[in-house]
C-alpha cells in the first residue's frame, strides 16, 4: 500500500508565511506527479499546485505569485511554501500523488489533510 503524510499546517495570521510537507511511503515504483487540493467547509476541493516527475508546476491564479510547490530528488517528499497568507487561504489543505504501484499499476493517492487557518 501507498501512504501520503502531510504536515505543517496552523494558525497564523494574514500576511504570514507557512511551509506544509507531504511524504510518500510504501510500495511505489514510480511517482508521476505530486500536488496539493485544498477544500473549505461548504466548498468544493480545489488545486492549488502540482508538479510532475520532471519538475513542471502548474498553479491556481489564486496562488500563482504567492506559493511555491518543490520536491526532492526522489520525489518522495512535496512541498508547498506560501507567502502573503490570506484568509480565504483558510481551508484543509491534501496532499496528492499519482503513483505507479509496485505489481499492480497507477493508482491516485490522497493524505488525510492539514488544516490551514488565517485570521486576525
Known amino acids: 500500500q501507498v501512504q501520503l503524510v502531510e504536515s505543517g499546517g496552523g494558525l497564523l495570521q494574514p500576511g504570514g508565511s507557512l511551509r506544509l510537507s507531504c511524504v510518500a511511503s510504501?510500495?511505489?515504483?514510480?511517482?508521476?506527479?505530486m500536488g496539493w487540493y485544498r477544500q473549505a467547509p461548504g466548498k468544493q476541493r480545489e488545486l492549488v499546485a502540482t508538479?510532475?516527475?520532471?519538475?513542471?508546476?502548474n498553479y491556481a491564479d489564486s496562488v500563482k505569485g504567492r506559493f511555491t510547490i518543490s520536491k526532492d530528488n526522489a520525489m518522495s517528499t512535496v512541498y508547498l511554501q506560501m507567502n502573503s497568507l490570506k484568509p480565504e487561504d483558510t481551508a484543509v489543505y491534501y496532499c496528492n500523488a499519482e503513483v505507479l504501484v509496485e505489481a499492480m499499476g497507477e493508482y491516485d493517492y490522497w493524505g488525510q489533510g492539514t488544516q490551514v487557518t488565517v485570521s486576525s
Open positions: 508538479i510532475n516527475n520532471g519538475g513542471i508546476a
Open positions: 510504501g510500495s511505489i515504483f514510480s511517482i508521476y506527479a
